[in-house]
């Protein structure tokens, strides 16, 4: 049953919360045992929606997953894989886009896959064409059926040279997870480079792949004919302890991010400094907090890593409409972003939405009709309003502006905010904020 939020806003968030494992990592981890001939251990990991997919997944694929009751380390024996029916593949799935992942893997341990017509968020197109035009790069024979498309391979996987059109983290974590034990070389240029990607890589490295990341954005992967299994402990979610750092300068709070890590944050921590975010780092988290005084505005463009990631701006524009100015944020990963001012904006927030690249440079969807451009005029007051939760980074955006926000807020959709955030409600009821949950009528 679907859950309502009721925020009473105007309470600074302070105190400690604790980020684990990356959302962007670990279930690409857990699908890469299945590439291995005996058990693998994954550490760190979060209990979030997107893992409960996967595990969903794997144990209809006839992997064995057993999660340690105290740690909540994954043991995952993938020696007994088989196939699964379409059906319950599809009933399991839901709306992620997870399953696309799969099939390099099944098709190395099994000889086929099914994945089910896709969802996820809608943040934009994320057209699964990169992931099929991948996969029969390796030989595999793609067939649309009735719910979805098989893949298999009758004569096995075999490396390719592959170029991509934009450094897209899924496909190039299909190329790895594809190419560690095809036939030959595969030679991937354009490749994403994000820290996540070099976790899954050492991950692969650790089951006896042969992978070399080059300084152009190309990756080297020697296939070898088996693999064995890992043991790994996850790196921490970026993304997650971002949107806290945002929550704390939004509510005026101070919030000491345990697990938060420099090294993969460097590129947010540079712009929250600017804005006026105070910091203090160290070798267990991060201490974000409001310093009191004025914050300032800036002109901020998303990019792939080392840039500005997607998933920050969204949080990091409710701390904007706070900001003494004007800020132009210039959206260049996903066309579809912005969907969620339109909530802040009934929140009081001065935010208008452009289809001009306000950009340095213009990107790839300049001129296409996409609102992609936003700016953000403040200090603005927000007041409470009744939000639906459009998408995960959104929804969360949404949640900290009905913390800051004066009055009353009603937000519903918030099982989306679970596929990445783990035990959400529960963090924020440990920072102080007010709010009740109940069942949707």
């Known amino acids: ?42 550490r760190n990991v979060p209990e979030i929606k997107d893992v409960e997919v996967v595990t969903s997944l794997l144990q209809l694929h006839g992997v064995t997953v ?47 896959a099914f994945i089910p017509d896709l969802g996820g968020c ?34 096995g996987l075999k490396g390719a040279k592959i170029s991509l059109p934009y450094p897209s983290v899924g496909a190039t974590e299909q190329v790895l997870l594809s190419a560690t034990r095809a036939e ?15 976790d899954l890589i050492a991950v692969l490295q650790k089951m006896g792949a042969i992978i070399s990341v080059q300084t152009d954005r190309t990756i080297r992967i020697e296939g070898v004919p088996d693999l064995g299994g890992y043991n790994h402990r996850a790196l921490s979610d970026r993304n997650e302890s971002a949107s806290w750092a945002s929550a704390a300068l939004v509510t005026r709070g101070d919030i000491f991010v345990e697990g938060a890590t420099q090294r993969d944050m460097m590129t947010f921590l540079n712009t929250y400094r600017k804005v006026g975010g105070g910091m203090d780092i160290g070798d267990d988290g991060i201490r974000f907090y409001h310093k009191g005084g004025k914050l300032n505005p800036l002109v901020l463009e998303t990019d792939v890593h080392p840039g500005f990631m997607t998933d920050w701006q969204q949080p ?15 959206e260049t990963v996903y066309e579809n972003r912005f969907g969620f ?53 959104g929804g969360f955006s949404h949640l900290i502006a009905a913390l800051a926000a004066n009055g009353t807020s009603r937000v519903t959709g918030i099982d989306i905010i679970n596929r990445g955030y783990e035990r959400f409600t529960e963090k924020l009821a440990g920072l102080g904020a007010d709010f009740d949950i109940t069942a949707a009528k």
């Open 1 to 42: 049953m679907s859950s309502v939020l009721t925020i009473r806003g105007g309470v600074p968030l302070a105190g400690r919360v604790t980020v684990r494992g990356a959302k962007n990592l670990v279930p690409k981890a857990m699908v890469a045992a299945l590439l291995g001939n005996e058990p693998s251990v994954l």
């Open 66 to 112: 057993e999660k340690d009751p105290v740690t909540g380390d994954l043991t995952l024996d993938p020696t007994k894989a088989k196939t699964a029916s379409h059906t319950a593949i599809d009933a399991h799935a839901g709306d992620s886009r997870i399953p696309i992942l799969l099939c390099g893997p099944l098709i190395h341990a099994i000889g086929e």
């Open 122 to 155: 809608k943040i934009g197109d994320r057209p699964i064409d990169y992931h099929l035009n991948v996969l029969r790069q390796f030989g595999a024979v793609v067939e649309k059926r009735p719910g979805g498309i098989h893949i298999s391979a009758p004569d």
């Open 184 to 198: 030959g070389i595969t030679e991937l240029s354009g490749a994403a480079t994000e820290p996540e990607i070099v």
């Open 316 to 330: 990091l524009i409710v701390a904007l409409t706070q900001a003494e100015g004007v800020s132009i944020v210039h």
């Open 341 to 393: 001012t339109e909530a802040l904006i009934r929140m009081g927030a001065n935010i208008q939405v452009h289809r001009e690249c306000l950009g340095s440079v213009p990107c790839r969807f300049g001129q296409r009709n996409f609102l992609h451009s936003a700016v953000i005029s403040g200090p603005t007051q927000l007041t409470g309003a009744d939000i639906d939760v459009p998408d995960l980074r």
